[in-house]
């Protein structure tokens, strides 16, 4: 499923034209099938520091032919990963170990490539000439991200000191086709892993997960891709999409709860559901949002009640519930749905944008009482993904939404929802109170 | 006999019920009742599932639809092992369905099974008269062109009009109000106390709509989530603008407001085991308890068409030691406000008692703030064989809201039906 410029600029003729006149080549991007490797032929991981070898083993641990130098060009012209370890570059002058890594390999990369670069959190770095190195890496990842072709990614890993063991989860969601459209971000693990690595196959195998909003869009792909991972998935959304509700239901297994989360008792109905169907539940996905845009002169109150109310307060309300009761699993993980809009602001989307920055405010404040609990929550930042809402757009303001990315092309609603099942992962602990956006790269607010 | 298990009432779901001709004018009775069935599987998270046995069926009915229930079950997400048969008893169906269910459930046969009914008055079927379908069934037994030509001949225009399923009785021609407004004015049942009857309908319902009830008991179906005969803003004068529609038309009572309307609908009843039920993560709402079956000889005029239920309910509560007072809640299926009215005024008369049901006393006078609490046909509409699965699990999921009721928690559940059958039902917390 793309969208008709790809089609268009994957199809012979329609490619010539559009070389011709210097527009973006959108790919077709290599997305997760069940079954299928996590990449298309080897990888290579670089660099000296202590990650390096830890990279290695999990990326080996995967079924991946992992490569520790170069291999000849003619045995091997394609790389479909590049891992460099830049941990211990702790001077400017050592930051040209990325220059002769990738000068010649990036080259080497097939399509869909892949490239992680893992480095220290700045902060957390021994001096300043070290921190300044640290930081520069961000500013590499995000300009080589937007010299990939063919659907290529580039993103930062910062793995803070003693966190190694926290890596694997997020090197096994990048380094795959689960990954497909999370580009030039950068992700801070800051904790060690205790979890066990979860079924490659069945990641979600024996959890049971929440999705609200789970009727359509986004939130139906989520809870589609958690019910294909394994887990068993009670659907909620509001009664009056129930019909669609109970379709996604049925069709992965799971169970429907007509709920509207705005209720006073939404929390509580949502615990004893759970605690009467389940137990508890390991993975709660808060996806349910509405946008009611209008510029801020034009905006009536109840414009802005109702999207605060659905964006921000429900999951606030939910999650003290959640964290009151003792309804989550032993190693609990909440996912929000935060907005490309909360980070970059949208003119019309005061309303929107001030509830999605509150939800990247909110996983940042609840992270320590989720760690107390051995749990996570985290969010994520989607930007233009192709669903009924942005088939409503104009079609000039859609096409060019789509084309603002390194990718030069929306998102999926499946894109989002592997980002949150990766983020459910049973060893996905290190990371916690973060955003990580599903964007392509976007321009906006990057 | 063995030691009767328990038959738990675990699950309701119904899809809104829509007037006839409007939301579901081209929805077929296998739709709805297969889309009653998926919110139901949904709900209770039980696709691909076999249950011991969907009992279900419709009043008005296609000939191709002799399977009905199986075939929903075949189009729905249990699982297609999972038994059905049809059954029908007019307005009783889905009731009659559930006590099925239930029996097979107490005796031990099954675990879990479904009792639901649906029924379409916008696709109804239309069949060929009766004249022309003579002559088109000896036509398959022509042996040649003469036969052919001898069966042309008895062809005649008027045969062309078709058979339309008519609301009304067999044995007396007359239509089920023309019925009830005879026993309307035999109990002398006032205009005023109708209409208050079925403001109150609405009023309950819209109420319950409101704070939530219907959450988790109806699942939206071709873009209408409420019922859409539902009323909410009805006043007394509204409803007593309107003329009378049944019995005389200037003396009559029975207007278009206190009588149900031709209504499209399915409504589903999951029973179980509370050990099945327990095992499949799902809580008890309430337990089926008993039913009793009526009739009465409305032909020769001795009793009301639908006044059935009158006598069943004496024998109910005399086999369980009750009085008609040690209920909480009152479940009469509002076929016109007159039918509970007259339901009602029978139960208080003393002659009545007497004289028909044999009784020394009356049963006495019911306390009119627990009747239909959450509203019922008047409100909600009438699909015939939907009404009985409606009540069941509305009743049930009443009970299961509140741990205090003055009785422990019981409801009667009376539904009066075509034919002048009756069948009332006990449920208990």
Not at chain 1, 120 to 130: D, H
Not at chain 1, 402 to 431: H, K, Y
Request: charged content about 20%.
């Amino acid at each position: 499923m793309s969208d008709l410029y790809t089609r268009i600029a994957t199809h012979d003729l329609g490619e010539r034209v559009i070389d011709l006149v210097g527009l973006p080549k959108p790919a077709v991007l290599r997305r997760h099938e069940p079954g299928q490797a996590p990449l298309d032929g080897p990888v290579l991981v670089g660099g000296t520091g202590e990650l390096a070898s830890v990279a290695r083993d999990v990326l080996g641990g995967v079924g991946l032919d992992v490569h520790h130098e170069p291999a000849d060009p003619e045995d091997t012209p394609r790389y479909a990963g590049l891992v460099f370890d830049a941990s211990d570059l702790a001077t400017s002058g050592d930051l040209v170990a990325l220059h002769d890594f990738f000068h010649t390999l990036v080259r080497r990369l097939g399509a869909s490539g892949r490239i992680v670069v893992l480095g220290r959190p700045p902060a957390t770095s021994e001096n300043a000439a070290a921190e300044t190195a640290q930081r520069s890496l961000e500013g590499f990842t995000r300009s080589l991200g937007k010299e990939m072709r063919a659907g290529g990614t580039v993103n930062l890993v910062e793995v803070a000191p003693g966190a190694a063991s926290g890596l694997a989860a997020p090197l096994r969601f990048l380094m795959s086709g689960r990954s497909a459209f999370v580009a030039g971000q950068r992700l801070t693990v800051s904790a060690p892993s205790t979890g066990a690595t979860p079924d490659l196959v069945r990641p979600h195998a024996d959890t049971v997960a929440v999705v609200t909003g789970a009727a359509r869009g986004i939130g139906e792909a989520i809870a589609r891709t958690l019910a294909r991972d394994g887990a068993t998935v009670v659907c909620v959304d509001l009664p009056s999409a129930g019909d669609d509700l109970a379709r996604v239901a049925n069709d992965i297994g799971g169970s429907a709860l007509q709920l509207d989360i705005t209720d006073e008792d939404a929390g509580a109905t949502i615990v004893d559901h759970v605690a009467t169907r389940h137990g508890h539940a390991d993975l709660v996905v808060h996806n349910a949002g509405v946008t009611r845009d209008k510029t801020m002169a034009g905006m009536d109150q109840q414009r802005w009640d109702m999207v605060l109310a659905i964006n921000l307060t429900a999951i606030e309300s939910i999650n003290a519930v959640l964290l009151d009761g003792d309804v989550l699993g032993a190693a609990p993980r909440i996912v929000c749905v935060s907005s490309m809009s909360g980070i970059a602001g949208n003119r019309g989307q005061t309303n929107y944008a001030t509830s999605k920055a509150g939800v990247i405010g909110h996983v940042a404040a609840l992270a320590d009482d989720m760690a107390a609990h051995d749990g996570t929550i985290n969010a994520v930042a989607p930007g233009f993904i192709e669903t009924e809402m942005t088939a409503q757009m104009p079609v000039a303001t859609r096409q060019v939404g789509r084309m603002l990315n390194s990718l030069s092309q929306g998102g999926l609603p499946i894109d989002v929802a592997e980002t949150i099942g990766f983020l459910g992962w049973s060893d996905a602990d290190g990371i916690n109170g973060t955003t990580l956006r599903v964007c392509g790269q976007n321009l906006l607010g990057a | 006999m063995t030691d009767l298990r328990e038959a738990a009432i675990v699950a309701g779901n119904r899809i809104p019920f829509a007037r006839s001709g409007t939301a579901y004018a081209r929805a077929s009775n296998l739709d709805m009742l297969t889309a009653a069935l998926d919110g139901l599987v949904a709900r209770t998270g039980l696709a691909g599932e076999t249950l011991g046995e969907v009992a279900g069926g419709a009043v008005l009915k296609h000939a191709r639809d002799f399977n009905l229930v199986r075939e929903a079950v075949l189009a729905s997400a249990l699982a297609d092992d999972t038994p059905a048969f049809d059954i029908q008893k007019a307005c009783d169906t889905s009731l009659e369905a559930t006590v099925a269910v239930a029996n097979k459930i107490r005796v031990g046969q099954i675990d879990a099974g479904i009792g639901c009914g649906v029924d379409t008055t916008s696709d109804a079927p239309v069949a060929v008269n009766d004249d022309l379908r003579k002559v088109l069934l000896q036509a398959q037994a022509a042996a040649g062109p003469g036969d052919y030509v001898k069966l042309l001949g008895q062809l005649r225009p008027s045969q062309l009009a078709p058979e339309v399923p008519r609301n009304e009785e067999a044995s007396t021609g007359l239509s089920m109000g023309e019925h009830q407004a005879i026993t309307t004015a035999e109990w002398n049942i006032p205009r005023d106390a109708q209409d208050e009857l079925a403001l109150a309908s609405h009023q309950h319902m819209a109420a319950a709509w409101e704070r939530g009830f219907f959450d988790d008991l109806v699942t939206p179906y071709l873009g209408l989530a409420r019922d859409n005969n539902l009323r909410p803003d009805s006043s007394m004068e509204k409803l007593a603008g309107l003329k009378p529609v049944f019995g005389d038309r200037d003396t009559g009572t029975m207007t278009a407001g206190n009588s149900t309307p031709l209504t499209d609908g399915a409504a589903a009843v999951l029973l179980a085991t509370p050990e099945w039920a327990a095992d499949h993560g799902l809580s008890v709402l309430a337990r089926f308890v008993d039913a009793e079956s009526s009739a009465v000889d409305y032909v020769h005029g001795h009793e009301g068409l639908l006044m059935a239920p009158v006598y069943a309910v004496p024998r109910l509560l005399a086999r369980h030691g009750l009085t008609l007072q040690d209920f909480d809640l009152y479940e009469i299926h509002e076929a016109f406000a007159a039918t509970v009215l007259s339901t009602l005024a029978a139960w208080e008369d003393e002659e009545f008692s007497r004289e028909r049901l044999g009784l020394d006393a009356p049963l006495g006078a019911i306390d009119r703030e627990r009747l239909n609490v959450a509203g019922s046909s008047l409100a909600a509409g009438h699909p015939f064989a939907a009404t009985g699965a409606r009540i069941v699990a509305t009743a049930a999921a009443l009970l299961a809201e509140r741990d205090d009721w003055e009785h422990g928690g019981r409801a009667l559940v009376s539904v009066c039906a075509a034919g002048g059958n009756g069948l009332v039902a006990i449920i208990e917390k």
